[in-house]
């Protein structure tokens, strides 16, 4: 439970930055950092068993057939993601306390990083990867709060957009390839899918697994050719930026690489698509690094560069680069973190971030600088730094592989020049940004330090840069060992993190990086003015361009489709269903099976013909509403009599109900409709929809031919089997739809729930003239309450709320329930509401139709949880046979319950609908007294 509860609690404590704004912004950080302070403190509770090798999986079944459990795990590699996420989430909010600015409004940022917390959370954690892809999705849509925060910027809002649509799209590419890798394994659950590897790379669809698990990493990490949402990503606050680059989002892509390598690696397909893709992005971001003037823009082309080295360590596909694109994720979270805050702070402070107008900063903000100067040391790989170690390892595992034949050699040249940029960009912010003579007409001057807590969350990050270099065999040895262990999937390699390894030729290719790069910079002024010379592709018009053009497409297409013609609709539907259906019907060599059709006796053969005429009528009547209307009824009331006549007592009272409430609600429609409408379509028209309904008659009719007279397999034997001893109930209709598929009647009366209130808000406040004359041209009489329906009604009232107690207590086990109690209810309350007006009936009814729905709702799903707490599935049923003194023994059932909702919910929507339609005429009439 420890597990989930790390996941859940930045999302159960979402509250506390919402109810705490208005309170102080200090209050607010507090209350946001409650969760991952707990947090930590749970994971810390897991570290004995996770250093000492050990695996932590924790799962609740909830779909097992769909091979989805709520279930986490918890090894070495998990441990180190989550320390980082809650880790440096807390540094985060303690620095966006005095980043943001008292415009902004704290705790809706606060809120969304919660949330964003919870998803990457989630994503390290799952031990299912069904679960994982919800996570997955989740820190997309997360993100994209995160990064349109500041929704009055245009920048923000385009780059939300463009991060959602490349890593949603990656993430559809994902499930997919999630969905395969799980159909080959048999299971979703990571033990048994990272256990298959063997399995899995021999299955003829590991190419296609591979290449759509890849989308997903690529896009989400802004590998090649994804890159180009990560910079546009900039437009968000600070904080999420330092947040986003450090510990989340980007590092999501990272992570699956980790944890699905030793399921899906170890192939030359592999290898290429990773190590390749991994080169190029390291060597695109680095030199396009060099060439940013934003601050911002160079450390987010920094990321990508970094990112790439890490995705090209675990295409090399040894055991040693895996560790070593470990280490770099540990590293870069902390120099990445501390120079994105540091960026935060010059831009809080100066009021800009080009690098062409923030020199000579030395003077102004020598702490900030020096904290400045560590960290962007760190990214170049300095030595005595973190940075350093973890590079050597990446120049020594360039230097091992051989899988490229006679051009091997461009692995380590394609990572010297990348070292190399790194150099010069880091160089640059250095040296640009905090000497280069004096600043150039800032809006804020002088600049000056920040407030002291500001600092804090850098100051423990370059402290981290400072002794992960200084002393790695006592800070980072044991987490990075198990977090390789996990990644690797078994024992581990031979490797040592001392920081003098000798004069050796990565040592040497160190050197050439951070020579050549001092040179690079120095020459900066000749490539810049190289570069500006070079065509530009602004990523973030062309991807605005492309999305337009699709929007428009899709628009044109849409007209052309749905052109707000419900015959064109039907038509095509019609038409679609003819030529798929009739197209396999006749390929049967016969169309009527072996098994005997039944017996067709009078009264059903009469209750046929006329069920037949009476809808031609309402076709045949259509434009004259009332009269349609009329034989419409008489169609359902001859759909129930054939429920009852083939044994299905509770669809035939469900059809009576519905009926009613349905007529009720079209006669209050045709109050406000013209008598007749108008003749629409030309003969030549009617006698096309005349071929295409008698075509479709046809159909149905060899349809039901088809299936009914062969042999054929049915569930309904296991529920006539299991409704007593499993549902407690002989009424198997009742107990289907309350037990076995109870989570299906949740969702159905959820949608009944929000339907009920959309219409309400559509119709509430709209007022329509009331026509002057009926249909026959009669005045309405003006005794709008007449008395004989006044009286009845308030006569019918009492006796019907006592038939829908009856059957509501009686569905378990006979035909009933909650929804057809709920109906009759409706229909008797409505009925009151036309005989005595809408205030008479509110006055006195006192009930708010809402909270009735919602109330329902509520109870259904309470109901399910309930089932969880005694350790069964969701919306399991409980019951037992009571003996009740005068009454005698009676069986009671959890379901109750659960019908109870659905009962409320059924009355409350279907009252919010039809006693809102009776107030749109625009003259109220006289209530009676």
Request: glycine letters at 8%.
């Given at each position: 439970?420890?597990?989930?509860?790390?996941?859940?609690?930045?999302?159960?404590?979402?509250?506390?930055?919402?109810?705490?704004?208005?309170?102080?912004?200090?209050?607010?950080?507090?209350?946001?950092?409650?969760?991952?302070?707990?947090?930590?403190?749970?994971?810390?509770?897991?570290?004995?068993?996770?250093?000492?090798?050990?695996?932590?999986?924790?799962?609740?079944?909830?779909?097992?057939?769909?091979?989805?459990?709520?279930?986490?795990?918890?090894?070495?590699?998990?441990?180190?993601?989550?320390?980082?996420?809650?880790?440096?989430?807390?540094?985060?909010?303690?620095?966006?306390?005095?980043?943001?600015?008292?415009?902004?409004?704290?705790?809706?940022?606060?809120?969304?990083?919660?949330?964003?917390?919870?998803?990457?959370?989630?994503?390290?954690?799952?031990?299912?990867?069904?679960?994982?892809?919800?996570?997955?999705?989740?820190?997309?849509?997360?993100?994209?709060?995160?990064?349109?925060?500041?929704?009055?910027?245009?920048?923000?809002?385009?780059?939300?957009?463009?991060?959602?649509?490349?890593?949603?799209?990656?993430?559809?590419?994902?499930?997919?390839?999630?969905?395969?890798?799980?159909?080959v394994v048999g299971s979703y659950e990571l033990s048994v899918v990272l256990a298959s590897g063997d399995l899995i790379r021999e299955h003829?669809?590991?190419?296609?697994?591979?290449?759509?698990?890849?989308?997903?990493?690529?896009?989400?990490?802004?590998?090649?050719?994804?890159?180009?949402?990560?910079?546009?990503?900039?437009?968000?606050?600070?904080?999420?930026?330092?947040?986003?680059?450090?510990?989340?989002?980007?590092?999501?892509?990272?992570?699956?690489?980790?944890?699905?390598?030793?399921?899906?690696?170890?192939?030359?397909?592999?290898?290429?698509?990773?190590?390749?893709?991994?080169?190029?992005?390291?060597?695109?971001?680095?030199?396009?690094?060099?060439?940013?003037?934003?601050?911002?823009?160079?450390?987010?082309?920094?990321?990508?560069?970094?990112?790439?080295?890490?995705?090209?360590?675990?295409?090399?596909?040894?055991?040693?680069?895996?560790?070593?694109?470990?280490?770099?994720?540990?590293?870069?979270?902390?120099?990445?973190?501390?120079?994105?805050?540091?960026?935060?702070?010059?831009?809080?402070?100066?009021?800009?971030?080009?690098?062409?107008?923030?020199?000579?900063?030395?003077?102004?903000?020598?702490?900030?600088?020096?904290?400045?100067?560590?960290?962007?040391?760190?990214?170049?790989?300095?030595?005595?730094?973190?940075?350093?170690?973890?590079?050597?390892?990446?120049?020594?595992?360039?230097?091992?592989?051989?899988?490229?034949?006679?051009?091997?050699?461009?692995?380590?040249?394609?990572?010297?020049?990348?070292?190399?940029?790194?150099?010069?960009?880091?160089?640059?912010?250095?040296?640009?940004?905090?000497?280069?003579?004096?600043?150039?007409?800032?809006?804020?001057?002088?600049?000056?330090?920040?407030?002291?807590?500001?600092?804090?969350?850098?100051?423990?990050?370059?402290?981290?840069?400072?002794?992960?270099?200084?002393?790695?065999?006592?800070?980072?040895?044991?987490?990075?060992?198990?977090?390789?262990?996990?990644?690797?999937?078994?024992?581990?390699?031979?490797?040592?993190?001392?920081?003098?390894?000798?004069?050796?030729?990565?040592?040497?290719?160190?050197?050439?990086?951070?020579?050549?790069?001092?040179?690079?910079?120095?020459?900066?002024?000749?490539?810049?003015?190289?570069?500006?010379?070079?065509?530009?592709?602004?990523?973030?018009?062309?991807?605005?361009?492309?999305?337009?053009?699709?929007?428009?497409?899709?628009?044109?297409?849409?007209?052309?489709?749905?052109?707000?013609?419900?015959?064109?609709?039907?038509?095509?539907?019609?038409?679609?269903?003819?030529?798929?259906?009739?197209?396999?019907?006749?390929?049967?060599?016969?169309?009527?099976?072996?098994?005997?059709?039944?017996?067709?006796?009078?009264?059903?053969?009469?209750?046929?013909?006329?069920?037949?005429?009476?809808?031609?009528?309402?076709?045949?009547?259509?434009?004259?509403?009332?009269?349609?209307?009329?034989?419409?009824?008489?169609?359902?009331?001859?759909?129930?009599?054939?429920?009852?006549?083939?044994?299905?007592?509770?669809?035939?009272?469900?059809?009576?109900?519905?009926?009613?409430?349905?007529?009720?609600?079209?006669?209050?429609?045709?109050?406000?409709?013209?008598?007749?409408?108008?003749?629409?379509?030309?003969?030549?028209?009617?006698?096309?929809?005349?071929?295409?309904?008698?075509?479709?008659?046809?159909?149905?009719?060899?349809?039901?031919?088809?299936?009914?007279?062969?042999?054929?397999?049915?569930?309904?034997?296991?529920?006539?089997?299991?409704?007593?001893?499993?549902?407690?109930?002989?009424?198997?209709?009742?107990?289907?739809?309350?037990?076995?598929?109870?989570?299906?009647?949740?969702?159905?009366?959820?949608?009944?729930?929000?339907?009920?209130?959309?219409?309400?808000?559509?119709?509430?406040?709209?007022?329509?003239?009331?026509?002057?004359?009926?249909?026959?041209?009669?005045?309405?009489?003006?005794?709008?309450?007449?008395?004989?329906?006044?009286?009845?009604?308030?006569?019918?009232?009492?006796?019907?709320?006592?038939?829908?107690?009856?059957?509501?207590?009686?569905?378990?086990?006979?035909?009933?329930?909650?929804?057809?109690?709920?109906?009759?209810?409706?229909?008797?309350?409505?009925?009151?509401?036309?005989?005595?007006?809408?205030?008479?009936?509110?006055?006195?009814?006192?009930?708010?139709?809402?909270?009735?729905?919602?109330?329902?709702?509520?109870?259904?799903?309470?109901?399910?949880?309930?089932?969880?707490?005694?350790?069964?599935?969701?919306?399991?049923?409980?019951?037992?046979?009571?003996?009740?003194?005068?009454?005698?023994?009676?069986?009671?059932?959890?379901?109750?319950?659960?019908?109870?909702?659905?009962?409320?919910?059924?009355?409350?929507?279907?009252?919010?609908?039809?006693?809102?339609?009776?107030?749109?005429?625009?003259?109220?009439?006289?209530?009676?007294?």
């Amino acid at each position: 439970m420890t597990l989930a509860l790390i996941v859940l609690l930045p999302l159960l404590s979402f509250f506390l930055p919402l109810l705490t704004d208005t309170k102080g912004r200090s209050l607010c950080a507090l209350a946001t950092m409650v969760a991952p302070v707990l947090g930590l403190i749970l994971l810390w509770s897991h570290a004995a068993t996770v250093f000492s090798g050990g695996v932590v999986v924790q799962s609740w079944p909830w779909i097992e057939r769909l091979g989805l459990t709520i279930s986490f795990r918890l090894d070495g590699l998990s441990f180190l993601f989550a320390l980082l996420i809650l880790g440096i989430g807390i540094l985060v909010i303690i620095y966006a306390r005095y980043y943001l600015s008292k415009n902004d409004p704290m705790g809706r940022f606060f809120f969304f990083l919660l949330l964003f917390m919870a998803a990457m959370l989630g994503v390290v954690l799952s031990e299912n990867l069904l679960l994982m892809m919800f996570f997955w999705e989740l820190t997309s849509l997360s993100s994209f709060l995160l990064i349109g925060y500041w929704s009055h910027s245009s920048d923000a809002r385009k780059g939300a957009r463009m991060a959602l649509a490349v890593t949603g799209g990656g993430g559809l590419a994902l499930l997919a390839g999630v969905l395969l890798l799980g159909q080959v394994v048999g299971s979703y659950e990571l033990s048994v899918v990272l256990a298959s590897g063997d399995l899995i790379r021999e299955h003829a669809l590991y190419p296609l697994i591979l290449v759509l698990v890849l989308l997903g990493v690529f896009t989400k990490s802004a590998q090649f050719p994804f890159h180009f949402w990560l910079p546009h990503a900039m437009a968000a606050p600070t904080p999420v930026s330092a947040y986003l680059h450090s510990a989340t989002m980007v590092k999501a892509g990272v992570f699956l690489l980790a944890r699905l390598y030793p399921a899906l690696s170890d192939t030359d397909l592999w290898f290429f698509l990773v190590s390749i893709t991994g080169m190029a992005t390291l060597l695109l971001g680095a030199c396009t690094a060099l060439f940013q003037h934003d601050l911002k823009g160079l450390l987010a082309y920094s990321t990508i560069s970094h990112l790439g080295l890490i995705t090209l360590l675990f295409g090399l596909d040894t055991q040693l680069a895996a560790v070593a694109a470990v280490f770099h994720i540990i590293n870069h979270a902390t120099f990445k973190a501390s120079l994105f805050m540091a960026a935060g702070i010059i831009d809080h402070e100066t009021g800009t971030r080009d690098m062409r107008r923030i020199n000579g900063l030395w003077k102004y903000m020598p702490h900030t600088a020096t904290l400045a100067m560590v960290a962007a040391s760190a990214m170049a790989g300095v030595p005595l730094l973190n940075g350093f170690l973890s590079k050597e390892m990446f120049f020594t595992e360039t230097l091992q592989q051989h899988q490229f034949g006679n051009f091997s050699w461009m692995v380590p040249l394609v990572a010297v020049i990348a070292g190399v940029f790194s150099v010069a960009y880091s160089l640059r912010f250095i040296h640009d940004v905090f000497f280069n003579g004096k600043p150039v007409n800032l809006p804020k001057f002088p600049p000056h330090e920040p407030s002291r807590y500001m600092k804090i969350p850098v100051e423990i990050l370059v402290a981290l840069c400072l002794l992960v270099g200084l002393v790695p065999g006592f800070t980072v040895a044991g987490l990075l060992a198990v977090a390789a262990a996990a990644t690797l999937g078994g024992d581990l390699p031979t490797y040592s993190l001392a920081i003098w390894h000798g004069f050796n030729l990565p040592l040497a290719m160190s050197v050439v990086a951070l020579l050549v790069g001092v040179l690079i910079y120095f020459g900066r002024h000749r490539l810049l003015g190289w570069h500006v010379h070079l065509p530009r592709l602004d990523a973030k018009n062309l991807f605005e361009r492309v999305i337009q053009r699709l929007v428009n497409q899709a628009a044109m297409l849409t007209l052309r489709i749905e052109n707000s013609s419900l015959q064109r609709y039907l038509l095509w539907m019609l038409l679609t269903a003819l030529l798929m259906s009739g197209f396999w019907l006749m390929q049967l060599p016969s169309l009527v099976g072996p098994m005997p059709m039944t017996p067709v006796d009078g009264a059903t053969l009469v209750g046929a013909v006329l069920l037949m005429l009476t809808a031609a009528a309402t076709a045949y009547w259509h434009r004259r509403r009332l009269v349609s209307l009329v034989m419409l009824s008489v169609v359902g009331l001859f759909v129930a009599l054939a429920f009852a006549r083939f044994s299905a007592p509770d669809l035939a009272l469900t059809q009576l109900s519905v009926e009613s409430v349905t007529i009720i609600l079209m006669m209050l429609a045709l109050f406000f409709l013209p008598r007749t409408s108008p003749a629409e379509s030309s003969g030549l028209r009617r006698g096309r929809d005349l071929l295409i309904a008698g075509l479709a008659g046809v159909l149905v009719t060899g349809l039901c031919l088809a299936v009914l007279t062969r042999p054929y397999d049915s569930i309904a034997g296991y529920f006539l089997a299991n409704s007593l001893s499993g549902g407690g109930g002989t009424n198997v209709v009742n107990v289907i739809l309350v037990d076995f598929r109870g989570f299906d009647t949740l969702g159905e009366v959820t949608v009944l729930a929000i339907a009920g209130a959309a219409i309400y808000a559509l119709i509430h406040g709209l007022r329509l003239r009331k026509p002057s004359v009926d249909e026959q041209g009669w005045t309405w009489a003006r005794d709008a309450h007449p008395f004989m329906l006044v009286n009845l009604s308030r006569l019918i009232l009492p006796l019907a709320l006592m038939v829908s107690v009856y059957i509501f207590l009686r569905g378990h086990n006979l035909p009933g329930g909650g929804f057809i109690a709920g109906l009759i209810t409706a229909v008797a309350l409505i009925l009151q509401y036309i005989a005595s007006g809408h205030a008479w009936s509110q006055a006195r009814w006192g009930v708010d139709f809402h909270h009735l729905a919602g109330a329902g709702v509520i109870i259904a799903g309470l109901t399910g949880v309930g089932s969880w707490l005694f350790g069964y599935p969701f919306l399991t049923s409980a019951f037992d046979h009571f003996a009740i003194p005068l009454v005698g023994e009676i069986e009671l059932a959890t379901a109750l319950l659960f019908d109870l909702g659905v009962y409320l919910t059924v009355v409350g929507a279907t009252l919010l609908i039809l006693s809102n339609l009776g107030k749109l005429s625009i003259h109220a009439a006289r209530e009676p007294e």
